[in-house]
């Protein structure tokens, strides 16, 4: 495919379509949601879409990657690069709030501010009880910590401030 | 492969052009591939413990943990894949290299044991991790600083976990006590070979790539005695040390680990699904 005729219009109509890529993992967040997309750029012609890892292990990256791929060839765009950095390093403080409020409401306990991670209290998001206790430190996935509500006795999935 | 042609290039020696070449490869191929080393075999020996967890929340923390360690095995190895140049992949590295030509730390490849075994052994790691990468994280390699900045988030977790379960066993019972001293005083003997440079490191430190290790051993000191502290425990007072896996010299487990790591490709060469 040759080059791309005007890049600005080119790189908001690829970032509209990436919000229909969601974390296979966390299938209420989109890739944007979640701070995993990094920049949509134009290169000599070329779609450069550049990703970060939540967790350096991370197995979801590799799914993301295809899912970006895919989207991209179903728009007719083929002539693409996806792209990992590493830095600056993913924090969960990248997560708007619009996005902790829909995690909350899929069961999954949103991550406090990282400053503030160690004091904060964990909310059930089940019945809103802050009289919470954790049961591991490490969950389901890389990003997730196991939780029980003392109130309503509901185990639940904390995602972990980092 | 790299076989034995690149096995009699003595390991450290000043090349021609005064670059110091380690096995046959530059120094800054070589840095960045003992630290990759390090994760990929902690990744391996961790995930033994899957299915065998004391319990199900530690069988999945460590499996979290193993995982950690992959991912930056796999970035580290592919960047020293890319800085050698010759095209090796990081799974070529991972799974076409035998034990000299290896650089991890003894310490990592030191079998699980019991449960206070794999708590100690990540606890001398991960203490140890924590000061390279924040160090690293300002490496003048830049993708290397990228792949340290991120591996410091979750090395601090790590440590976390490790020193919670040293305390919890060391100031537990008698025979939890008894059993995380031993494993203490066993794998003391591998403590100090992450701060014994030899030419690779002063060459990438000096280049601003890397770290004289030698600087990181006193906040390791301070953060091991404030754990063994906390736990009870005693500081062993034995000087005995053994070195030699960064410089592909190690004991004989790690030929254990690589036999069942690289099984399917060295009998599938290339072997995808």
């Not at chain 2, 300002?138 to 990228?146: H, P, R, V, Y």
Request: hydrophobic content about 45%; glycine content about 8%; proline content about 5%.
């Amino acid at each position: 495919m040759s080059g791309v005729a005007e890049p600005a219009a080119h790189v908001a109509r690829v970032r509209a379509l990436l919000d229909d890529v969601f974390d296979p993992e966390i299938p209420v967040l989109t890739i944007g949601d979640l701070g995993v997309l990094r920049a949509v750029e134009v290169e000599d012609g070329a779609t450069v879409v550049t990703v970060t890892p939540t967790y350096s292990g991370c197995p979801a990256m590799d799914a993301i990657r295809a899912d970006i791929a895919v989207v991209l060839h179903r728009a007719g765009v083929t002539d693409f690069e996806i792209r990992t950095a590493y830095a600056p390093a993913w924090t969960t403080d990248w997560m708007g709030e619009a996005a902790k409020t829909k995690l909350a409401e899929f069961g999954i306990a949103p991550p406090a501010r990282v400053a503030e991670a160690m004091v904060a209290p964990v909310r059930c998001p089940r019945c809103r009880s802050t009289a919470t206790t954790t049961i591991s430190e490490f969950g389901s996935t890389a990003c997730k910590a196991l939780v029980v509500c003392d109130a309503c006795r509901e185990p639940f999935d904390l995602f972990k401030a980092i | 492969m790299t076989g034995p042609e690149q096995s009699r290039v003595p390991f450290v020696a000043a090349s021609p052009q005064g670059m110091v070449v380690a096995g046959g490869l530059p120094a800054h191929v070589v840095y960045v591939l003992r630290l990759g080393d390090d994760n990929l075999v902690m990744a391996q020996r961790l995930g033994e413990w899957i299915s065998r967890g004391p319990d199900l929340e530690e069988d999945i923390a460590l499996a979290n943990v193993a995982l950690d360690h992959l991912g930056q095995a796999r970035a580290l190895l592919a960047h020293a894949g890319a800085l050698e140049g010759m095209g090796r992949t990081e799974d070529d590295l991972a799974m076409g290299r035998a034990e000299r030509d290896v650089h991890n730390l003894l310490l990592v490849e030191q079998p699980n044991g019991d449960f206070a075994h794999t708590v100690a052994r990540a606890l001398f790691l991960d203490a140890y991790q924590v000061e390279l990468w924040r160090v690293l994280s300002g490496s003048g390699d830049a993708t290397l600083g990228g792949i340290a900045a991120k591996a410091l988030k979750e090395a601090r977790y790590h440590l976390r976990h490790s020193s919670a379960w040293a305390v919890r066993l060391g100031d537990g019972t008698a025979l939890s006590h008894a059993r995380m001293q031993a494993a203490v005083d066993d794998l003391w003997r591998f403590t100090f070979e992450p701060f014994a440079a030899d030419a690779v490191d002063l060459a990438a430190a000096a280049s601003g790539v890397g770290v004289d290790p030698e600087v990181l051993r006193a906040p390791w000191d301070a953060r091991i005695d404030a754990v063994l502290t906390e736990a009870t425990l005693e500081r062993p007072s034995d000087p005995y040390q053994r070195t030699g896996g960064r410089q592909g010299f190690h004991t004989e487990h790690l030929g254990h680990v690589l036999t069942e790591l690289q099984w399917m490709q060295r009998t599938f060469p290339g072997l995808h699904w």
